[in-house]
């Protein structure tokens, strides 16, 4: 599975960014987004599961929507009223539906909210 990131970029407070990862390969279930920001660990943003099912960080809840496009194998995460502290690198992920504890992931991309 190779994974494709992208729509980051510089945004002001309060503003909004559509990021992408379209996927190549089979079996893929689970697919989400998280994040790392300087000096911290890698944290989930949201998945979702090729049944549609989603979960939110309670950091994302009613800010970001996660979605997918199965026929083009493609995950989006769009966000609203971002912050500063919404600063990171945001990598895509997958995972696959008979080894679910192994992730796939992204080469990231770069989401700045400043003014």
């Known amino acids: 599975v190779q994974l494709q990131a992208s729509g980051g970029g510089l945004v002001q407070p309060g503003g909004s960014l559509r990021l992408s990862c379209a996927a190549s390969?089979?079996?893929?279930?689970?697919m989400g987004w998280y994040r790392q920001a300087p000096g911290k660990q890698r944290e989930l943003v949201a998945s979702?599961?090729?049944?549609?099912?989603?979960n939110y960080a309670d950091s994302a809840k009613g800010r970001f929507t996660i979605s997918r496009d199965n026929a083009k194998k493609t995950v989006y995460l769009q966000m609203s009223s971002l912050k500063p502290e919404d600063t990171a690198v945001y990598y895509c992920?997958?995972?696959?539906?008979?080894?679910?504890?192994?992730?796939?992931w992204g080469q990231g991309t770069q989401v700045t909210v400043s003014s």
């Open positions: 992920s997958a995972q696959k539906s008979y080894n679910p504890n192994y992730y796939y």
């Open positions: 979702i599961g090729s049944d549609g099912r989603t």
């Open positions: 390969g089979s079996g893929i279930n689970i």
